[in-house]
């Protein structure tokens, strides 16, 4: 049955961002090229096929849209931009325009949750050895072949269970369990906005941190009013050319780059993690830049984790990283002045432990998720005295 669902999802989404044009008639794309829509937002004009209405789902307008002649919404959101057709989705699949208004499907609509350690974010520099309690929903704004999570990722929100959760219940969730912080991860949570900002304020009240683990595909707006909620954000960087963005996720590597640029620039705490895939994004020279790039744009203390892909979703076809390909990103990376580059996803293997810049001992024993060893006292390292980056209390 699942795997029956799944191929239902990719033919929507694919119909959403691949001939969307197709899904117009002629009349009305000469009617939208003269409103200055078919230059700007062509590529993503009428995002996905008519969907009926659930009655079950909250109304719970969108924020981040604008209102368009014609019965049109655009959301701006993200860097997709759909313009969406009355009774029709945005290509995340959880936006849908009713009447002229754009209105979110998985508000208070949580379909995972789960208790984590916070490394498994993976978070190496946040409240080292906590738990976070982790929530996600349906939808993504992009469509990546090797999504470990597609089954909801790629999933609508009426195909899943998603039995409603305020942000109050969350925080008390979170609470009871003992956790020291929220994350929004499993999906790509920009696409539960409305969700995330309500559950970040309440957390911040209750004196529980909020984390974002994100693509980074996000407008400059919505991200600039949701960094001041925010302790810390992971970004997974899928690679380094917009090829491997348009072929393999369906998405663009620039807006992403913009996105790091931004949480850099406001200051909150941003890790990048980048899944080394044979073949597709473990060059050496796209390293090189890659890691050039963060050290140069973002600073040395930004760490940057690399991980071991292994075969899924619609990659099934390639083998596993090799650990030695982890080993030598890492070298690459220390080598472009990083201070902080790990390996994952192979307990173990060297690269997991945090050493201090200055004195080069280790501060933070690892094996897997698990912390064996913490050296750091009140943000400084106990052999030497110097700062370590990061948020420690």
Known sequence: MAATRKKSYNLGMKSAFTNPIEQLSRRRFIELAGCGLAATCAPRLLASEPSPVAPTFPE?????YAALDGGLVQCRLCPRQCVIADRHRGGCGVRENRGGRLFTLVFNRPCARNIDPIE??????????ERAYSIGTAGCNIHCKFCQNWDISQARPEDLPTPP???NAIVQAARDNGTKAIAYTYNEPTVFYEYLTDCARAGNAAGL????ISNGSIQAAPQEALLPLLKAIKIDLKAFTEKFYADICDGSLAPVLESLQRIHRHGTWLEIVVLLIPTLNDSIPELQRMTEWVVTQLGPDVPIHFTRFHPTYQLRGLPATPPETLLKARQIALAAGCHFAYTGNVPGLEGQDTSCPACRKIVIRRYGLQIRENRIKGGKC????????????
């Open 165 to 167: 959760m305020d942000a």
């Open 382 to 393: 106990e052999f030497c005295g110097a700062n370590i980056a990061g948020v420690w209390s």
């Open 209 to 212: 941190y909020s984390v974002m």
């Open 60 to 64: 719970r307008e969108a924020l981040h």
């Open 120 to 129: 498994k974010k993976p978070l190496f520099h946040v409240l080292p050895g």
